[in-house]
């Protein structure tokens, strides 16, 4: 491989492949393994391990190869990659025999692996991506398929006053965990997609996952138009036209890359509206070989499968209909009568006249359809049923499947070491059973102290690091090194709050009694403090005036250095925050947010939740695992809703969550406190867990999808 030119020692001499499997980044021995090759590098480069392959210092090679235990982590790690890879032995592999071999295509806008591939925003690529791992880890044969966006999504930098910039840097592909994905007559695939009158050719980068691996669409190809090259230049970044013209080529590109690939998927899940012109594709491919429209629908629609991820009606993505006559024109070719037929698979009026719905084209395209938590899919089923408008509410086909979080990526080294001396070495392997996990109860108090205590601790090396990075390197104002954390106390009770910044979330309602939040914080002898961070969408003004006022409170000497924000969260961040914070607050106005998997992450390293009880904590909160925020007030009232909210909140800290986390014995240790973090871990780790989530997917969706399709012949 030419882009390694450092010289590799024979005995490591697979690294460079390692280093090129993002299986990597949640396997304990090969972490460790790059980690201990030179760990200030480590460090300096983000955990990339491309990058580490490409700068480090030849000679710590060669003295790697001669260091026993590197070597036998080196061996382990290519032992474990090899197996992960090839392992008949299975789980998917004892369920699934009869459809044996044949793939599960995967589309997604985005998809959150590592920060080494910038290629999501949020919680839908994080969930997209612990999917796929999760897939690995359980030998299920699936293929995602998305986008490799060149400057992929924004890093966030705030001004003096608080303002958000958005920073968008060109990735560095010879120092990216992907390679260029190969057709099976050995050539680069380069697939042809028609959009609006022309043809744009589509590049495709291949990642692997262990067993799983990504087909990333890229249309910036010399050969294509300047404005067509940068169709996939950035992920949300443009217009509603840039957004429908990606959408054809992650749609109709994405079955013909599959095609070209010589992959004929089982099954077509569709994570989000996004990709929902892959119907479209195929029911052409059904039309070209004769099949009438109602068959090749039919057809198409039994090995569909379709996730909806918000009831927020912005989004769900909705075209006027020129605009779909305009960019899909160079796909109509052979549909002639059916193409209205088409059209009206899409019309969907929610309010403001009908429109190109996406979440209809899928919803109508799908025999399977799922929400993302119990609650999502009571509001899902109301807000789509004038879809089924002869069915009550009840009957409507929606169901849900709550999110999980991939276990070994989110749960830190101190508790998975914790975990292998109290569950057993083996016991990743069987994470989602609830009896496993109930032996958590055996853990001494002063342990899972010691081991939160450490977690926090590196939370606050890495803000100090960040703040020092940036006054140093960056030369920001003191004012951005104080609203940075650099006050901060790494002994106070420390409350975490990172998310996307959208009003619905209601950032500042920790806010509304400035005195009475002042008091909590700056209690004698018990001070409390809010670390917060998150991006706002590019386009969203409002969310920025939130972000910036939240910026404001950290310099205001009434918070006495209390509350911080974080800036440019992404995957990093978010592993130090939800390990090392010691509240995960969630404060959405219900019912809008669908599942939040945030304070699913906090919650196995036992972080309790303080949330409303809305998405996954509807169902996840069960009286001694965090805490409900919870008030009677009608729900169409906002302003009301929001007050009574915060004094819930407010009485919930001042009575229950600041008294026990100071309340400490002869010893030190907030006995109290650790029966709620230790009841947080084992209640949520197996049910919240990817493996719980896919296990799922694969038994009501994927295995009867791909029954029906195999009936169907
Ligand atoms: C987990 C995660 C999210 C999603 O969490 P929510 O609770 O849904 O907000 C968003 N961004 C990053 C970087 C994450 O790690």
Same mark, same amino acid.
């Given at each position: ?73 080196? *061996? ?15 789980? +998917? ?17 985005? %998809? ?51 303002? @958000? ?54 249309? *910036? ?17 443009? *217009? ?79 075209? /006027? ?10 796909? +109509? ?8 037929? %088409? ?33 999502? !899919? ?9 879809? +089924? ?70 939370? %606050? ?103 911080? %924000?974080? *800036? ?10 939800? @390990? ?18 945030? !304070? ?69 240790? /907030? ?14 780790? /197996? ?21 029906? !399709?195999?009936?169907? !012949?």
């Amino acid at each position: 491989m030419e882009r390694f030119t450092t010289p590799i020692p024979a005995r490591l001499h697979r690294l460079p492949e390692l280093a090129l499997d993002l299986w990597w980044s949640w396997h304990q021995d090969a972490r460790q393994l790059f980690r201990a090759l030179d760990y200030p590098l480590w460090r300096a480069v983000a955990h990339n391990a491309v990058r580490l392959l490409q700068a480090i210092d030849p000679q710590k090679l060669v003295a790697a190869a001669e260091n026993p235990e590197l070597l036998a982590r080196y *061996d382990r790690a290519v032992a474990g990659l090899d197996s992960a890879r090839t392992s008949k032995g299975t789980w +998917w592999a004892s369920q699934s025999d009869d459809i044996n071999g044949r793939a599960i295509a995967y589309f997604s806008a985005e %998809f959150a692996l590592h920060q080494s591939l910038p290629i999501y925003a949020g919680g839908l690529g994080v969930l997209a991506g612990d999917h796929c791992k999760e897939a690995s880890d359980l030998g299920v044969p699936l293929i995602g398929i998305g986008f490799m966006y060149p400057q992929g999504y924004f890093h966030q930098r705030v001004s003096n006053d608080g303002w @958000q910039e958005e920073q968008y840097e060109r990735i560095n592909w010879a120092a990216a965990p992907i390679r260029a994905a190969i057709t099976p007559d050995g050539k680069p695939c380069i697939t042809a997609v028609p959009l609006g009158d022309r043809t744009v050719l589509v590049a495709v980068w291949r990642v692997n996952l262990g067993r799983v691996k990504l087909l990333l669409l890229d249309t *910036d190809l010399e050969e294509n138009q300047p404005w067509d090259r940068d169709l996939s230049a950035r992920l949300y970044g443009g *217009d509603r036209e840039t957004r429908i013209q990606q959408e054809v080529i992650l749609g109709i590109g994405g079955v013909r890359v599959l095609r070209a690939m010589g992959i004929t998927p089982a099954v077509w899940h569709l994570n989000e509206g996004h990709a929902a012109f892959v119907a479209l594709q195929r029911i052409r491919e059904g039309l070209e070989k004769g099949a009438t429209f109602d068959a090749a629908l039919e057809e198409v629609r039994a090995t569909t499968v379709f996730t909806t991820h918000t009831p927020v009606p912005a989004g769900h993505d909705a075209f /006027p209909f020129h605009l779909v006559e305009k960019h899909l024109a160079g796909c +109509w070719g052979d549909l002639g009568e059916s193409r209205a037929r %088409f059209l009206a698979l899409g019309e969907h009026d929610s309010g403001s006249g009908p429109l190109f719905n996406m979440t209809a084209l899928a919803m109508r395209s799908a025999s399977r359809i799922n929400a993302v938590s119990q609650l999502h !899919g009571e509001v899902t089923r109301e807000m789509w049923r004038s879809m +089924w408008p002869d069915r009550p509410v009840a009957e409507i086909p929606v169901g849900a499947i709550t999110n999980g979080v991939h276990v070994p990526t989110w749960l830190s080294s101190e508790t998975t070491t914790l975990l292998d001396r109290y569950l057993g070495a083996d016991w990743l392997e069987h994470h989602d059973e609830q009896a496993l996990c109930d032996r958590l109860g055996e853990i001494p108090d002063e342990e899972l102290w010691a081991m939160r205590q450490a977690l926090r601790s590196y939370l %606050f090396g890495f803000i100090r690091e960040r703040s020092r990075q940036r006054w140093t390197a960056e030369r920001v104002s003191p004012n951005r090194v104080v609203a940075g954390g650099a006050m901060l106390d790494p002994e106070a009770l420390t409350i975490g709050y990172a998310r996307r910044f959208a009003a619905y979330k209601r950032p500042e309602l920790i806010f509304t009694d400035v005195e009475r939040l002042a008091r909590i914080l700056n209690g004698a002898n018990r001070p409390v403090q809010i670390v917060f961070a998150g991006k706002a969408h590019p386009a969203d003004d409002p969310a920025k005036h939130h972000l910036q006022r939240v910026f404001k409170r950290a310099l205001d000497p009434l918070f006495a250095g209390r509350i911080a %924000f974080i *800036d440019d969260y992404d995957l990093h961040l978010a592993h130090y925050l939800v @390990q090392g914070c010691d509240v995960w607050l969630n404060n959405p106005r219900k019912p809008l947010e669908a599942s939040g998997t945030s !304070g699913m992450k906090a919650a196995i390293n036992g972080v309790p939740h303080l949330s409303i009880g809305d998405g996954w904590w509807a169902e996840g909160y069960n009286g001694t695992n965090g805490w409900l925020i919870e008030s009677q007030t009608n729900p169409d009232d906002h302003d009301a809703t929001d007050a009574a909210d915060a004094d819930a909140l407010y009485r919930l800290l001042e009575d229950v969550v600041v008294p026990a986390f100071y309340d400490r014995d002869a010893r030190g240790v /907030p006995t109290r406190w650790m029966q709620v973090v230790r009841e947080a871990m084992r209640s949520n780790l /197996p049910r919240f867990s990817s493996r719980r989530m896919l296990k799922d997917y694969i038994q009501q969706m994927y295995l009867p999808a791909a029954r029906d !399709g195999q009936s169907r !012949g």
